[in-house]
């Protein structure tokens, strides 16, 4: 027999380490660094092994316990896993809420919630006692498959739930997915270490929960999201789906914050138009949106048909994914001469809108697809992103394709492709005062909004001012008349005059576009920006040094090198000289000195009474300061407010320094920042 207080340490790791995952996987609010929990994991590992009949069904360390199975047993759904029914109009949508509105009385008012339809794998979580007992997935609506094992080595999944009013059984359903950043991390991975990536997250999710090896599935970056109840046993009787959910979050289950309760159709159009718009910064893939009667009476009366409840439907979005025809593959160069390969597809409608090219990248992103000329492709169009080739479909592999090689010259000057060893990219080995294309490309970016910002100026105009030699720089480009530009691309009189005016209005800018303009190898917005607040004047950025560079924020050598063998060229300079001799000018810039905190990484824990913990970070950063999750040995204060636990132990095991809200504020309060 072990010592009794061993269970009781067994017990206490459990729930510390439950309270930690939740923390991490379902609030996304971390208490502690990820060394401490590997610490008290360890323990409860070393604690378990000794004395193996401690451990207890909501251990941890049971997540990844399970041996590889023959198959899956079958479960039958208590209550069918639905479908829904779709909609793709405001029209539709609207009917919809006709029909549920005459299955009422007319009296009855019906609210709605919306929230976003998870591209993932449906599943159900059956709990007893608060323990997991049975996860199983969708099948065929009436009957699936125990995946269990695979279900409990996703951490945002509770082993074991605690609530007062927690049914004494019940069944949460929820879909299953890949975050978006995960899924790409995991391939990129996955590549490295020569394991076959995931075809995209939704087959990656789906996927994983049927390995028959759950050690397989723990290494996929899986989450979940609740969004409905099976079913309950118990005196738990919520009133709405708001109310289901909302409880579902107080009892640890993960759930969507994007959900919102809608009360007519215009407001759910609104949700519809502007979950749209935000799809590609989700983080997750979705394909529509869920709208539901959020009375559980209403729902119960309006009942189901064939498979589908009357009570909710999918808005579905336009698809993100299709599959076309690979015509021809050409090779693009790029304002710094960077040669990439674009696929010449088949017309294709996808993510709102026909797509009949795509890019490949580079040679490396070719050979990884195994693409050639002919192939049936995957392809997705996510937002504004511009349409990628997925993957190809290689058991649809007609007869007589072609491989794709890189051409040894390049398509617009003929000189030289050159492929350095340790870059992915191949790129034109003339420079862009010989190369067309590249010129085409510099001019392009020159005259594009986030740089000169010249309105009326599109690619088509540029291209042909360039070929019939009326331009060839930057500094041509204020010089061109009326009369040169009357008759091309479609412009008439007015709109040659317009594009005059606005060729001489784009001459006030401001140093940051400017530089940004200039089409410097690596150097972004960002850097343009962080250049011009630190040198405040064109020559000072011409004349710096590769140290006086790398001083600047985010500039390390390889960008100084690029900016300094920028300048160095002669045509180049001289175009930029003549840019400025021509008028171009923008507002004096004060140089921003140090801020007083910059370098410095500041921790808050515990609770501030006087200021939201939101506002002391915002006041921080302001200061120029980082502000962690976690204190570790490069942090430099800790601010520490009632109930601070573990970071102000570590603190002091460190010996950080810690002051309190009252010092905060008195520190503060000799800077110039808004304290009101
Ligand atoms: S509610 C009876 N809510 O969509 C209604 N489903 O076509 C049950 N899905 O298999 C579904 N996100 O896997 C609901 N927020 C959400 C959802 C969602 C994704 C999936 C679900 C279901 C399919 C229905």
């Known amino acids: 027999m072990a010592a009794p207080n061993v269970a009781d340490r067994i017990r206490e790791l459990c729930e510390g380490l439950n309270h930690h995952i939740h923390r991490y996987h379902v609030l996304d609010q971390p208490e502690i660094a990820d060394g401490q929990y590997d610490a008290l994991y360890d323990e409860l590992v070393r604690l378990e092994q000794e004395n193996p009949d401690l451990v207890i069904a909501e251990s941890p360390s049971q997540r990844v316990g399970g041996v590889p199975l023959s198959h899956f047993e079958k479960v039958t759904h208590q209550v069918p896993m639905l479908s829904l029914d779709k909609c793709t109009t405001e029209q539709e949508l609207s009917d919809w809420m006709v029909r549920c509105q005459s299955r009422l009385p007319e009296s009855e008012e019906i609210s709605y919630t919306c929230e976003p339809k998870i591209d993932g794998a449906a599943v159900a979580l059956r709990y007893e006692e608060g323990l ?14 125990n995946v269990t094992v695979n279900v ?3 951490k945002a999944v509770p082993l074991r739930l605690t609530a007062d009013n927690l049914p004494s059984a019940f069944e949460v359903r929820g879909e299953i997915y890949i975050p978006t950043d995960e899924f790409h991390r995991f391939n990129a991975k996955a590549l490295e270490d020569g394991v076959k990536p995931l075809v995209n ?26 969004y409905s109840l099976g079913w309950s046993e118990g005196d738990w009787q919520p009133q709405t789906h708001m109310e289901v959910i909302e409880s579902f979050a107080s009892w640890g289950l993960r759930t969507n914050p994007l959900l919102k309760q809608c009360k007519d159709l215009a407001e759910c159009m609104d949700y519809i138009d502007k979950l749209l718009s935000n799809r590609s910064g989700l983080g997750y893939d979705i394909d529509g949106v869920v709208i539901k009667v959020n009375s559980l009476h209403q729902q119960a009366r309006l009942g189901a048909v064939t498979r589908k409840p009357r009570w909710a439907i999918a808005y579905k979005y336009p698809a993100e994914e299709a599959t076309t025809e690979v015509l021809k593959v050409e090779f693009q160069v790029g304002r710094t001469g960077s040669i990439t390969p674009v696929a010449r597809l088949k017309p294709v409608f996808v993510g709102g809108a026909t797509v009949s090219n795509a890019t490949l990248h580079n040679m490396d992103e070719i050979q990884r697809l195994d693409l050639r000329v002919g192939d049936r492709v995957m ?3 996510a937002g504004d992103v511009i349409p990628q080739v997925v993957s190809v479909i290689a058991s649809k592999r007609p007869k007589g394709t072609r491989r ?8 617009a000057c003929h000189n030289p492709i050159v492929r350095l060893d340790d870059e992915v990219v191949a790129r034109c080995s003339a420079s862009h005062n010989v190369c067309p294309a590249q010129r085409k490309q510099g001019l392009k970016h020159f005259v594009s909004r986030l740089a000169m910002d010249i309105d009326g100026l599109g690619d088509k105009l540029v291209d042909q001012f360039v070929d019939m030699k009326l331009i060839e720089n ?9 009369q040169q530009i009357v008759g091309l691309e479609g412009k008439a009189d007015k709109s040659a005059a317009n594009l005059v005016t606005s060729i001489e209005a784009s001459k006030q800018t401001t140093l940051a576009k400017f530089i940004y303009s200039l089409g410097i190898r690596e150097v972004g917005e960002a850097t343009a920006a962080n250049l011009a607040n630190h040198f ?19 500039v390390g050598p390889i960008v100084a090198t690029r900016i300094i063998e920028f300048f160095a060229d002669a045509v180049n300079l001289e175009v930029v000289r003549k840019l400025v001799s021509q008028g171009v000018r923008w507002p004096e810039i004060q140089k921003t000195s140090v801020k007083p905190l910059q370098g410095q990484t500041w921790v808050l824990t515990g609770t501030l ?20 999750g976690s204190v570790s040995a490069k942090t430099h204060q800790v601010v520490a407010g009632p109930g601070a636990g573990s970071k102000l132990t570590k603190a002091s095991e460190l010996e950080i320094p810690v002051m309190d809200e009252a010092e905060f504020i008195q520190f503060l309060s000799g800077y110039d920042v808004d304290l009101s």
């Open 379 to 381: 392809i997705r169009r």
């Open 404 to 411: 794709i090689t890189l051409p040894k010259s390049c398509p």
């Open 152 to 154: 409990k080595t996703i």
């Open 132 to 145: 997991l007992s049975v996860a199983a997935t969708r099948g065929d609506s009436q009957t699936g498959e």
């Open 474 to 482: 930057a500094a041509d480009l204020f010089r061109l008349s009326h």
């Open 536 to 554: 405040a004047e064109i020559e000072a950025v011409i004349s710096a040094d590769l140290e006086s560079l790398e001083a600047v924020d985010d």
């Open 201 to 226: 997250p939704r087959n990656g999710a789906a996927g994983s929960l049927r390995q028959l090896d759950p050690k397989i599935t723990a290494t996929r970056p899986l989450t979940l999201f609740c």
């Open 609 to 628: 009474e006087q200021l939201a913990r939101s506002e002391a970070k915002k006041l921080l950063l302001q200061l120029g300061a980082k502000v962690a």
